[in-house]
């Protein structure tokens, strides 16, 4: 999944992924290699850690940013190999390099020895308080109590993990494509993904659709989405979809907003990053299913494999059908569009979902535009097929209206 991308472009990716700052699809590519590649998981834990060290540094504290120096001077020490025993061979270059070691420690100690000296003077001298720091104590950071006494609701190696409030009502659907219903109160989700999965998240007015991520959903104030780590796209059942990154918090009908410290800190008491990302990395480690043995008296006939990628569009395409019956446009719409990306162009079912797409987006969902592009696809694709001319006349007529113009519709 990761092809087409260079060991360089993948370490750069990884320091925005951790920071959520990675659409859906490039989070998917680095997930992957995470699952893959020994070496860049543990690269991309080691720079978690750096990263997590950079968030605890004094704010007094500012240096000159220069995001290529900076990419490059973390990558060099992450990347650096662990110190090796020298060889009695090299001691004579051990020596010449060992003077200037000295040196070096002998001026610290003669530092630390002064720092401790004029720490202790100092502390005999009294100081003076400041009545408001003596009468008032500074808070501790506790959790928010909707976080203080969830209940686990996952296997041990499941790949969802849910935890819930009380009162929280949810429901799990799907293999490849996991649906996860929830109908009331507010529920804590780690999602570990394999290629090819997502979870899809249906609210009260709302969807997200996840891939591998550590994220909480909740249907009250009119639907509040947050995320730990990663990133989740939101899509309301009116309005635009949103990308909500690490340390946002998405408010159906008011936007995006900076999630509270008390709520990060009680959702990373149930589920870290850390573990997030360790739970990632494990996935390649799962031990494959012991292959079947053939059976030697009794010869079966070959049966024809069907190709994964063959279920998911057959599964899509009938989700796709049974929302059209029971007439929801915007599912079935997302449906189809998804099933376009697990078949050819060439392949004949792709046209057919183009047109419906087409006929979908302008009858129902009034959305001309979208229209405009599947209809224009067709007609590049399918030059010599009998329903080309009414779809490129279709095509003219959408643009026509909205004032632009297309080569297609150039007489």
């Known amino acids: 999944m990761s092809s087409g991308w260079t060991d360089t472009e993948l370490k750069r990716l990884a320091f925005d992924y951790i920071r959520g700052e990675l659409s859906i699809d490039e989070s998917e590519v680095i997930e992957a290699r995470i699952q893959d590649s ?3 998981a543990e690269y991309v834990s080691k720079l978690t850690l750096m990263l997590d060290g950079a968030k605890e540094a004094p704010a007094e504290t500012h240096f000159a940013f220069d995001q290529n120096d900076l990419f490059a001077r973390i990558a060099a020490e992450v990347s650096a190999p662990e110190p090796q025993d020298e060889s009695d061979e090299e001691e004579p270059l051990r020596v010449e390099r060992g003077r200037g070691v000295w040196v070096a420690l002998a001026a610290a100690a003669a530092l630390i ?3 401790i000296a004029a720490f202790l003077v100092n502390e005999e001298a009294p100081r003076p308080v400041a009545p408001e720091l003596a009468t008032k104590p500074v808070p501790e950071l506790a959790p928010k109590p909707e976080f203080q006494n969830l209940k686990a609701h ?10 819930s409030t009380e009162d929280a009502s949810f429901r799990i659907e799907g293999e490849l494509e996991k649906e996860l219903t929830l109908n009331d109160g507010m529920i804590l ?13 249906q609210g009260d007015g709302f969807q997200v659709l996840v891939t591998g991520t550590v994220f909480y959903a909740s249907n009250e104030s009119g639907g509040v989405v947050g995320v730990v780590t990663g990133s989740v796209r ?9 990308n909500v990154k690490a340390g946002q918090e998405y408010v159906l009908n008011e936007g995006l907003r900076m999630v509270e410290p ?3 800190k009680g959702a990373e008491e149930w589920v870290s990053v850390e573990s997030h990302l360790d739970r990632l990395a494990n996935r390649r480690t799962e031990p494959p299913l012991p292959p079947e043995k053939p059976e030697r008296e009794v010869k079966k006939k070959p049966e024809t494999q069907v190709v994964p990628k063959h279920k998911v569009a057959r599964e899509l395409r009938g989700r796709a059908q049974e929302a059209l019956a029971r007439g929801d446009f915007e599912r079935a719409s997302e449906l189809m569009e998804e099933l376009l990306g697990q078949i050819p162009a060439s392949d004949p079912v792709a046209g057919t979902v183009r047109l419906d797409l087409s006929r979908i987006y302008l009858k129902n969902l009034k959305k001309p535009q979208r229209a405009a592009h599947h209809l224009r696809q067709f007609v590049k694709s399918r030059p010599a097929d009998a ?6 006349e279709e095509l003219c007529r959408i643009v026509s209206e909205s ?5 297609l519709c150039v007489p």
């Not at 989700?189 to 998240?201: M, Q």
């Not at 939101?234 to 949103?242: E, I, K, L, Q, S």
């Not at 329903?387 to 490129?392: G, N, S």
């Open 387 to 392: 329903a080309t001319p009414l779809a490129k």
């Open 234 to 242: 939101v899509m309301p059942d009116r309005g635009a979809p949103v």
């Open 262 to 264: 008390e709520r990060l």
């Open 189 to 201: 989700v780690e999602y570990v993904s394999s290629p090819g999965e997502r979870l899809r998240v």
């Open 154 to 163: 996952h296997a041990e190696n499941d790949r969802v993990r849910v935890f």
């Open 38 to 40: 020994p070496e860049f």
């Open 113 to 115: 020895l002064v720092l």
């Open 403 to 407: 004032g632009s113009a297309d080569p």
